[in-house]
C-alpha cells in the first residue's frame, strides 16, 4: 500500500469495518505508512470525515506501540480536533496509551511518552471534558485524567472539582462514570 492509495481510501464516501479491518491489515504489514494516516486524520478532520481516526483506533488495539514514534505529531494533532467523530476514537487511543503508561507501567510506554506529551494529552482531555461535546470522549478522558493524576498532583482535585459541578447536569451514563471516576478517586486520596 502506498500513501496515495491509503488516502483513495480515506476519501471515499463510507468505509465499512470490514474495510476498516482490511486496512488494519495493510497497515499492520505497512507501519511506515502511519505517518501517513496521522496526516490523513488531520486533513479528514477538516472535512468532516472520522475513517482515519476510525482506522488508527482499530490499528493501535492491536499493536499500540505503533503510535510511539508518531507521539509528537499526535499528542500535538489531539488539539486541532474540531469533528466529534475524529476526537471520539482518538480519545479512545489516549485511554489507552494511559493505561499502558500508568497502569501496566511498560517500559517502552514510559520510556517513550514525554512529560511535555502527556501535558497536551492531559490539557486536551481537560478541554473534551467541560466541552459540551457526545459521553464517550468524556468517559475517555476522565479516564486519562485519573492516571495522568498519579503523575502531576493537581489534576486530581480539579477532576474531582469538576465532575461534582457537572454530574447533576450529565446523562445518566455521563453520571455513572463520574460517580464510579469520584469513588476511585476518593480511594487514592492520602
Not at 476510525?54 to 508518531?70: G, N
Not at 500535538?76 to 467523530?85: C, F, I, P
Amino acid at each position: 500500500m502506498t500513501p496515495g492509495e491509503l488516502r483513495v481510501w480515506l476519501d471515499s464516501k463510507g468505509i465499512t469495518r470490514s474495510e476498516v479491518d482490511l486496512l488494519v491489515g495493510q497497515l499492520m504489514d505497512h507501519p511506515g505508512l502511519i505517518k501517513d494516516l496521522i496526516e490523513e486524520i488531520a486533513h479528514g478532520d477538516e472535512e468532516g470525515n472520522f475513517y482515519g481516526s476510525w482506522v488508527l483506533d482499530h490499528l493501535l488495539r492491536r499493536k499500540l506501540e505503533y503510535i510511539l514514534p508518531h507521539m509528537e505529531r499526535f499528542t500535538v494533532l489531539l488539539a486541532m480536533l474540531k469533528n466529534e467523530s475524529c476526537i471520539r476514537p482518538l480519545a479512545h487511543v489516549c485511554e489507552m496509551l494511559c493505561h499502558a503508561y500508568f497502569e501496566k507501567k511498560e517500559l517502552r510506554f514510559v520510556g517513550a511518552i514525554s512529560d511535555v506529551q502527556l501535558e497536551r494529552i492531559m490539557t486536551v482531555c481537560f478541554d473534551w471534558l467541560i466541552s459540551p461535546m457526545n459521553m464517550a470522549p468524556k468517559v475517555f478522558a476522565m479516564s486519562c485524567l485519573y492516571h495522568l493524576g498519579s503523575k502531576f498532583d493537581w489534576v486530581r482535585p480539579e477532576l474531582r472539582a469538576i465532575l461534582e459541578a457537572s454530574m447533576a447536569k450529565g446523562s445518566s451514563g455521563y453520571r455513572n462514570r463520574a460517580k464510579k471516576t469520584l469513588e476511585m478517586l476518593s480511594r487514592s486520596d492520602p
